[in-house]
């Protein structure tokens, strides 16, 4: 097949592409002319926010990916939840119809519901139900915390705890996360293709490490060679003043939005399993591979 990949020249997208070319599948990968060029696959430029400027680009396609979203929101840049989440996906839907493409593939998040609290799940969930109204056959993948080489997340902790054997939490610090890797979310898209049963269905994913936030910073300390940090705990009820009145400082490392999906938790039962039979990586074998040659 030939897919149409949008949002895959980030993090996961790179995971994708290769799993796509393994499996014989060619890529034509939607990109703004200021990202990198990836040699081995076919980009094309557009913006996911002006349709006239890459519907064009889908002719010829076999299948449509969405990868596009954002973990935070910077309202001067136009780079926003709504418009990122919602009318990308509106706009995606639309060429993908109006191609004649019948495939199409949904990047969502685990905790994203009708009754979300969060903007970012409230916006993914909008997103998800326009895809659920559309014609096409589509199928929607929700990855709790997504690891691995490049990630944005796990080298961020590791590169604090090797300045200083400290790290700050906020409220208890035994909130949980189920992490997955890269590499097995973009297997789940990439048998997804093939497999018809998955068509009309929504995939909560997740690996099989259930970790509470505590447990997640000691594992990463010790990929990276360290002891277990000193974790002096700020009061949730003083964080929830504070942050409100940091978080538009793009340097501040948090959002309410993130702390309240950190809250929430981030795990899964592993049903997915049952339709793509395979493990998962485990998140310690995982981490040591590329925490310990960074």
């Known amino acids: 097949m030939k897919i149409f990949v949008a949002g895959g020249t980030g993090f996961l997208g790179g995971h994708l592409l290769k799993e796509l070319q393994a499996g014989g599948h060619s890529v034509r990968l939607l990109a703004h002319s200021r990202s990198r060029p990836r040699e081995e696959v076919e980009q094309v430029t557009g913006d996911i926010t002006l349709p006239e400027s890459f519907e064009q680009n889908l002719i ?37 119809q109006k191609s004649g493409i019948r495939r199409y593939l949904q990047m969502s998040a685990l905790g994203t519901r009708s009754d979300a609290v969060s903007d970012y799940h409230k916006t ?72 018809p049963e998955t068509v009309g269905q929504q995939y909560n994913l997740c690996g099989n490490d259930r970790l509470s ?49 950190l809250l929430e938790e981030s795990v899964c039962d592993g049903a997915w399993k049952k339709t793509f039979r395979f493990e998962p990586r485990g998140f310690k074998e995982g981490i040591s591979e590329y925490l310990r040659e960074s």
């Not at 396609?61 to 990308?88: M, W, Y």
């Not at 895809?131 to 997340?153: H, K, Q, Y």
């Not at 409220?171 to 990439?190: E, K, N, T």
């Not at 010790?222 to 003043?241: E, T």
């Open 124 to 195: 993914k969930w909008e997103a998800e139900e326009l895809v659920r109204a559309s014609a096409l056959e589509w199928t929607i993948f929700r990855p709790s915390l997504i690891f691995g080489p490049e990630d944005a997340f796990v080298n961020m902790l590791a590169a604090q705890l090797r300045l200083a054997p400290v790290m700050p939490v906020i409220g208890s610090g035994s909130y949980r996360l189920q992490p997955i890797h890269a590499d097995d979310v973009a297997r789940c898209f990439a048998m997804a293709l093939e497999m």
């Open 213 to 261: 936030y505590e447990e997640l910073l000691d594992m990463t300390a010790a990929a990276i060679g360290r002891a277990k940090p000193f974790k002096p705990h700020f009061p949730l009820g003083l964080m929830k003043r504070i942050i409100p009145i940091l978080q538009n400082i793009p340097q501040f490392p948090i959002t309410m939005d993130q702390l309240q999906m």
């Open 60 to 96: 010829g396609c076999d299948a449509v990916i969405n990868l596009v979203g954002i973990i935070r929101e910077f309202p001067s840049k136009g780079i926003t939840f709504e418009r990122l989440h919602v009318q990308a996906t509106a706009n995606l839907l639309a060429a993908t």
